[in-house]
């Protein structure tokens, strides 16, 4: 065996849905591999919580002990792929520290911790790479931070959960009710069985801190994202953006945001939101993910494929762990993490965005001037109104309900005019305000 050849120690940290394909790729791939680093990659050991003889990996290779496995000499590159944010944070810090690098899929952890693990390997020199923690196979991480490291991205924005994105596909195929939709998704395995972390918006929130962060050079976590989840979406909200030609998505957005004077910002937010059907991300449909990046000088690309799922995942985990090797056996570094740009996070309430508003009225004369007076108030521009009448299950028209699609406007414009419309006597209830993307001004 000679010098370059000498093999590159690998340990995996879980043997779930990811750990498994990860192992078998390295199994199945191995000389393939080996001549892609310019040397064999050699599974030292794989981490777990149960060690047992039935898990389809010889068990001298499995061990409870991560702290001794990341821990031994003949170990170069840690791939994490065990998931809460303890004991991997634990974990990837100890590699970094001792000078390994390390791969991980753990969306959690990065949006919280991105700060203290890239200093960490910064300190020790070694690379740390997470393509996988945001939309499963679908490459994004990489094209933000080479192919479009000369370019200015202005904007970010995707559907990276697969469970909401499968939950409102449904809603929209079917008609079918938010708790029905969630009811079948978690039958058939496409929702966990506390579906919080992907309903409420958590998961999507993570991965926007991530690509907010390397999309426009400025440290972003979890907690400057601002988020909202499914679980309010109506089978109504459903039929009120079919007759506006759209569909609704749980997007997650990132975007560089200029003030009057010229002061640039980062706004992350995740929401569900109305999107045009000739939208890209309208066709988007099922557990699959797409990312539309916008940059000054390549325009609009857009990255679509399996989001999540054990060999997807595995897939870009593999392709990192290809990439540290070989800086391990040829010498340098992937990129570092780069905040030099320290944008300021935008507050929601600055954020324009067109919005669909629906009300329950009376149905009296002068109450569609008395919600229009209230939009004007507060500049917010209306770009189009309807009015149709509402009859009890007698046949008798007993209100009206009025719709209304704005022009852009603040969060904090529109949050005032939804207040102020809910105090008037004329209105008896605000049945949905939605926000809508991808629609022009
Ligand atoms: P999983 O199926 O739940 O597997 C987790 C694995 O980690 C199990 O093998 C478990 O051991 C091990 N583990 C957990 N806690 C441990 C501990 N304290 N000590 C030792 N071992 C421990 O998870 P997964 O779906 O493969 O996901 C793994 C990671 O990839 C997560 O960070 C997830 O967010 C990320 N990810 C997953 C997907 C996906 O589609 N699944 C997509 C993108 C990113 P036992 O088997 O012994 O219990």
């Known amino acids: 065996m ?13 043997l779930g849905n990811v750990g498994t394909e990860v192992v078998r790729i390295l199994d199945e791939s191995a000389e393939d591999l080996a001549a892609r680093v310019g040397a064999p990659l050699v599974l030292r050991g794989v981490g777990v919580r149960n060690v047992s003889d039935d898990r389809g990996v010889p068990v001298d290779l499995l061990t409870d002990d991560i702290e001794a496995l990341v821990a031994r000499d003949d170990v170069d590159i840690v791939v ?11 974990a990837i810090l100890a590699a970094l520290e001792s000078g390994k690098s390390v791969v991980t899929a753990n969306k959690a952890l990065l949006a919280q911790s991105t700060g203290e693990l890239a200093q960490a390997a910064e300190q020790a020199r070694v690379d740390l790479y997470f393509e996988a923690a945001v939309a499963g196979a679908i490459p994004v991480i990489r094209p933000l931070t080479q192919s479009l490291a000369g370019d200015t991205v202005l904007r970010v924005a995707g559907i990276v959960n ?15 009710s938010y708790d029905s939709a969630l009811a079948d998704a978690s039958a058939l395995g496409y929702a966990e069985a506390d579906p919080t972390a992907d309903v409420e918006g958590y998961d999507a929130a993570a991965k926007a801190a991530i690509l907010a ?3 426009f050079h400025t440290r972003v976590t979890a907690d400057d994202v601002y988020r909202e989840g499914i679980t309010k979406v109506t089978a109504e909200d459903f039929e009120s953006a079919k007759a506006l030609g759209c569909t609704i998505k749980l997007l997650s957005i990132c975007e560089r945001i200029t003030n009057g004077d010229g002061q640039e910002s980062v706004s992350a937010r995740v929401y569900p939101a109305l999107v045009p059907l000739d939208h890209p991300l309208a066709a988007v449909n099922g557990a699959f993910n797409a990312v539309v990046v916008e940059a000054e000088a390549a325009g609009r690309l857009m990255f679509y494929g399996q989001g999540a799922g054990g060999a997807p995942t595995a ?9 540290a090797a070989r800086n391990r ?6 990129p570092r993490e780069s905040k030099y740009a320290r944008l300021a996070i935008a507050p929601i309430g600055v954020v324009p965005t067109r919005y669909y508003v629906s009300l329950y009225v009376s149905d009296k004369p002068g109450v569609l001037s008395s919600v229009a007076a209230e939009f004007a108030k507060r500049e917010v ?13 007698g046949g008798q028209r ?26 008037l006597d004329a209105v008896s209830s605000v049945a949905s305000v939605l926000r809508m993307e991808g629609a022009g001004e």
């Open 80 to 90: 994490e792929v065990m998931g809460p944010v303890e004991p991997a944070r634990k």
């Open 2 to 14: 000679s010098a370059s050849e000498k093999p590159v120690g690998i340990a995996v940290l879980g």
């Open 213 to 215: 962060s390397i999309a």
């Open 315 to 323: 897939s870009a985990v593999l392709g990192d762990l290809v990439m």
């Open 381 to 393: 521009s209306i770009a189009e109104v309807r009015q149709e009448g509402v009859v009890n299950e």
């Open 162 to 176: 697969g469970t909401t994105n499968y939950i409102l596909s449904a809603m929209s195929d079917t008609g079918a």
């Open 398 to 423: 007993v209100g009206a309900r009025i719709a209304v699609l704005t022009h852009r406007a603040t969060d904090a414009a529109l949050s005032e005019t939804i207040t102020a419309l809910g105090d």
């Open 329 to 334: 056996v040829q010498g340098g570094r992937g």
